[in-house]
């Protein structure tokens, strides 16, 4: 499958721009912080990886992330998919566990906590397709 992103720029600017919506979001944001579940993201079609953890005390906002797998920190959950994978995920139409099932997304580790967060993200898909649909129409599906 090709992506439908127009470079791995792209993506990574689509992607810190979700990531910041959900650590901003004064209703999301912390509650992600509190559950604390350090993530690991590989994008294998764009060979980028993405590693999202709790800001710590001082840190901005309520999450931190790193395009590199150079941090300081461990994911309790890995996952492996495509760009597609990811930009269908945030816009509310790929379903997780389905897709873990399907082998579409690879997962380990502490799969379970990372499911538990998919109620708290759920507010996300909605404005990640307005963005989408104001700033990168051709990712809309």
Do not use: C
Not at 99 to 109: P, S, V
């Amino acid at each position: 499958m090709a992506t439908p992103f127009k470079s791995p720029e792209e993506f990574r600017e689509v992607m810190d721009r979700t990531f910041a919506m959900m650590s901003e979001d004064a209703d999301m944001g912390p509650k992600l912080r509190e559950a604390d579940v350090p993530q690991r993201f590989e994008f294998d079609d764009l060979e980028l990886v993405v590693n999202i953890r709790a800001a710590r005390t001082g840190e901005e906002g309520e999450l931190h992330w790193e395009w590199t797998d150079r941090v300081d920190w461990e994911p309790k959950v890995r996952m492996t998919m495509t760009s597609e994978v990811a930009n269908k995920y945030f816009q509310g139409r790929e379903n997780v566990p389905i897709a873990i099932a399907r082998r579409r997304i690879k997962a380990g580790g502490d799969v379970k906590s990372a499911l538990k967060l998919i109620p708290i993200t759920k507010p996300l898909y909605e404005r990640y397709r307005d963005m989408v649909e104001a700033d990168y129409p051709h990712l809309s599906i």
